[in-house]
Structures are given as C-alpha cells and as structure tokens.
C-alpha cells in the first residue's frame, strides 16, 4: 500500500526555488539543493515543474513578472517629475546592488547560461526591453513636462540606465563597497541633471 502524495503549495515551492536559484544560480543549484530548500519530494517538484530547467525557467519568469509590475506601479503611481525618477532610480539601484551576489537573476543570468540558452536569452532580452521602455516613456514625459532638458535619445538614456541597474549586482557580486556603487549611480543619473 502506497501513501498519497504529500501535498504542498505550488506557489511556496516556486519562491523558495527562486530564492535559491537567486543565491547560487543555476548550475550551482542541484535538484537535492531544491528538494531541501523547497520541502518537496524530488518527484513532486518533477511532477509539478518538470525538470530543474523547466523549474528555473518558472522561477525567472516569476522574477521578471514581479520587478516589471513593482517598476511599472512606481512609474504609474503619480505623475513622475525628474526629482522621482531620479529617487525611484536610486531605490531601485539599492534594492538590485544589496544582499547577496546574485541580487539580481536578470545580471546573474545573463553572465551564467543567457548567452548559450536561446530561450533563456529571449526571455531576457524581453524583461530588460520591458525595463527599458517604462524609463523611456518616463523619460519622455518628464522631458514633454518641461521637467527635464531635451535629451538626445530618450531610449539610449533608458538603456544606459538599464544598463547600469543591472551592472550594480555584478559590481555587488565583485565586491565594490556602498561608497563605489553610490559613485556609479551618481555618474548613471547625471543624463538625467
């Protein structure tokens, strides 16, 4: 006689293998690291995700579905003048540069398997043009409100700052002190002076 399948939280088991995967990343992270962290049996994770990929997979969707909603309800929150877009920018940049290496799964990602997983690079590639175009429509409103000075391309400044928020979990991981990453942030934020 066989014992039911212990039942468990999809939802619980996807954060704490995202949680995981944001830690070590995705080679380091064994399916026996996702059986501990998650509380899952082996077979019940296969059963639910499929393989660690298909898991990962998930995870990182979770990931870039979440900070594209908290960066679009921040935009969409009031009508952003450059005073807070530079503010938000800067919690941003503090959220995505503290904790541990792996702060951010986009950066990590990127360097780990984005380059050699076409599926992995394209859902990438639509997160950071997803980012991209909410601080260029920002960009674009504050400089029709008079706000900000003409800027050349709205959208090379979006990708510039995009760029950089992503780049301050490498530096993180690389060890750069709180003083060096202030430096960057302040050097990124002068296209919007």
Do not use: W
Request: with cysteine.
């Amino acid at each position: 006689m066989t014992g039911r399948p212990r039942q468990f939280d999809r939802e619980e088991a996807l954060e704490r293998a995202l949680e995981l995967f944001s830690e070590r990343g995705y080679a380091a992270t064994s399916m026996a690291d996702l059986v501990e962290r998650t509380g899952v049996s082996k077979q019940s994770l296969y059963n639910t995700f499929g393989d660690k990929r298909s898991l990962f997979l998930a995870a990182l969707d979770r990931y870039c579905e979440r900070t594209d909603a908290g960066l679009a309800g921040e935009l969409a929150r009031a009508e952003v003048d450059a005073c807070a877009l530079r503010g938000l920018y800067r919690r941003l940049a503090k959220a995505v540069s503290g904790g541990n290496a792996n702060s951010c799964l986009v950066a990590a990602t990127s360097m780990e398997v984005g380059g050699s997983d076409c599926e992995i690079a394209a859902r990438l590639r639509t997160h950071l043009e997803r980012t991209r175009g909410r601080f260029e429509a920002a960009i674009e409103r504050c400089v029709a409100s008079g706000d900000l000075k003409q800027v050349k391309s709205p959208r090379a400044v979006a990708g510039h700052l995009t760029n950089t928020l992503n780049g301050l979990g490498v530096l993180r991981g690389g060890g750069a002190t709180e003083a060096e990453l202030e430096e960057v942030v302040d050097v990124a934020l002068s296209v919007l002076e």
